[in-house]
């Protein structure tokens, strides 16, 4: 019995331990364990003391096991993961202003309904591609914008207009010098034009905050604010979108058309196609207005002519373009060939005075006259060109009512706000190869100074005749006949609807034809033109124009810079 109690045992016995007691009791106490195991074999015996020594036997091969794991999670450790340090710091959000290279977002702090709207705001703006390449090339660290959004991170403090930023890098230099570089760029909440920044701002800040993204429907940029802003939202956290589609667009969430956000005083830019001036060519308006003031208008005319008359032709047409051409034929702007069909002009018609001229006298006719004047003159007829200082064209009157057209259109697009004279608008077309070889593009800018105050786009391509799109004026008539058998000279403003549903089926676009133009000019109003430039030669720039999805957003903005200078 005493060596039985001697003995450490862990049991697991289903007998009471009076039995087991009782068994010892009676005979041998080594007899009694065994009985009891044998007829209960859930009956277990560890000895303790067995597995110490055991152990202790192989101590050593112990130790060493743990050392050379040990050595290898701490080599591991220190050679194989990159320590990160974490740069704090924080921004109190009040009425400053967001400078970001050449884009400057202006807020109005009042037209937020409450504090959190503008921090929330100020986030999403603070993980846009466009803010942080800028942190980027301003720290002069070497990372990509994916890479620098990965390590910067930014939220309200408890809900108050206290905004925390947390740079997490490898290099603790390069984290604090990044979080300084954030807490530079400004916020400049006052000065705001109380017409449009107001409203656009309420809109996009509740946009923002429930998209937390670029799938915002955005307010037209009617200021720099609303321009920048859009710009900026958009493209935060959706910045691939554009470079994953295939063909002229790149894939987008949906979204509606901008709203058109009203401007007390604004100016506006419109264009508009007519048979001015017979049936072998079509006329092409642009005007600028303000209210119903005409404050700039420019005219050209397209008209087919032979391929061997040494003009030169659109954009184009010495590639796929040309492939809506009747056989012999080449499509030019009068305006660019001034001296060829001049020189025409004179030999035909006795004409003393050039055809650019004539389009010169009647745009500077229609300046500061009202929509209703300019048209009462153009009900005149042919007694028009009498009432116009230095034309001689028979056909004034119908150039006077393109221009009508093209200021009555200026009143449905988004307007920019504009404090400089009207003296100093200078209007400007010119035409050129913005997205591929199928069509050509026509670009219109308004500038003051080195400033584009106003632009608007617009592409010219050929369809199948059968594909019920609206040709341009004249297409029924002897203009046609410089088609290509089937073919059919479309404006694709005109043909949104078809051209977008075309871009959808076949690239997966989801962002209209005529929306995508509309970023772009909004983006590019109020830039310098050397600003302007400089984003035209980025591959890039679809990702920094809010609302465009277009790949080829560089050539459109190169075309506008091009008709700026």
């Not at 720039?541 to 809010?546: F, G, I, N, T």
Request: glycine share 8%; with cysteine.
């Amino acid at each position: 019995m005493e060596k039985l109690c001697a003995m450490m045992t862990l049991s697991m016995c289903s007998l009471p331990c009076g039995a087991a007691a009782a068994g010892a009791a009676g005979g041998n106490g080594r007899g009694a364990v065994s009985r009891i195991m044998n007829k209960d074999e859930r009956y277990t015996e560890i000895d303790l003391a067995a597995l110490l020594k055991a152990f202790w036997r192989h101590i050593w091969l112990i130790l060493a096991a743990i050392a050379v794991l040990g050595g290898m999670a701490f080599a591991y450790a220190r050679f194989m993961i990159t320590p990160m340090y974490t740069a704090s710091a924080l921004m109190y959000v009040n009425n400053n202003s967001l400078s970001v290279g050449s884009t400057k977002v202006s807020l109005s702090y009042s037209d937020l309904t409450a504090a959190k709207s503008l921090v929330d705001t100020y986030v999403v703006i603070l993980n846009a591609r466009t803010t942080l390449n800028e942190v980027i090339r301003t720290s002069g660290v070497d990372y990509t914008y994916k890479e620098m959004q990965s390590m910067v991170s930014a939220g309200a403090v408890n809900s108050t207009e206290v905004v925390q930023i947390d740079v997490t890098m490898p290099d603790p230099q390069e984290a604090e010098r990044v979080a300084n570089t954030i807490t530079k760029v400004e916020l400049d909440l006052s000065g705001e034009t109380e017409s449009i920044g107001g409203a656009a701002l309420e809109e996009l800040s509740k946009q923002v905050v429930a998209a937390n993204g670029p799938a915002i429907d955005g307010v037209a940029g009617a200021t720099v604010t609303t321009k920048a802003v859009r710009k900026a939202v958009a493209a935060a956290l959706g910045v691939e979108l554009a470079e994953e589609a295939p063909a002229d667009s790149a894939a987008a969430a949906p979204a509606e058309p901008a709203a058109i956000v009203p401007v007390e005083g604004g100016i506006q830019i419109g264009q508009a196609y007519a048979a001015a001036h017979g049936t072998k060519c079509f006329t092409e308006a642009v005007a600028v207005v303000k209210d119903d003031v005409i404050l700039a208008a420019y005219l050209d005319d397209f008209q087919f002519t032979s391929a061997d008359a040494g003009v030169t032709a659109v954009p184009n047409s010495d590639s796929d373009f040309a492939a809506g051409y009747a056989e012999g034929k080449v499509l030019m702007s009068k305006r660019a060939n001034a001296d060829y069909y001049s020189k025409m002009m004179a030999e035909k018609g006795g004409s003393t005075v050039a055809l650019d001229a004539n389009f010169d006298a009647i745009q500077n006719f229609a300046v500061g006259k009202t929509i209703s004047e300019l048209e009462d003159v153009a009900a005149k007829g042919a007694e028009a060109v009498d009432a116009v200082s230095g034309a001689t064209l028979v056909d004034t009157a119908g150039y006077l009512s393109a221009i009508v057209d093209a200021a009555k259109n200026a009143q449905t697009t988004q307007a920019v706000e504009f404090n400089g004279s009207s003296e100093d608008l200078k209007l400007n077309v010119v035409y050129g190869a913005a997205h591929g070889t199928k069509c050509f593009t026509s670009g219109a800018v308004a500038t003051a100074g080195d400033t584009i105050v106003l632009s608007y786009i617009d592409e010219f391509q050929f369809a199948g005749s059968d594909a019920g799109v609206v040709g341009v004026p004249n297409s029924d008539s002897d203009f046609g006949v410089g088609y290509a058998e089937g073919k059919v000279l479309m404006s694709k403003r005109v043909n949104a609807d078809y051209y977008s549903k075309m871009m959808a089926e076949k690239a997966g676009s989801t962002v209209s034809l005529d929306a995508n133009y509309d970023a772009i000019q909004n983006h590019v109003n109020g830039m310098s033109i050397a600003d302007a430039e400089a984003l035209s030669k980025d591959e890039k720039a679809v990702d920094a124009v809010s609302g465009a999805t277009l790949v080829d957003t560089a050539g459109y903005i190169g075309v506008l810079v091009d008709a700026a200078k």
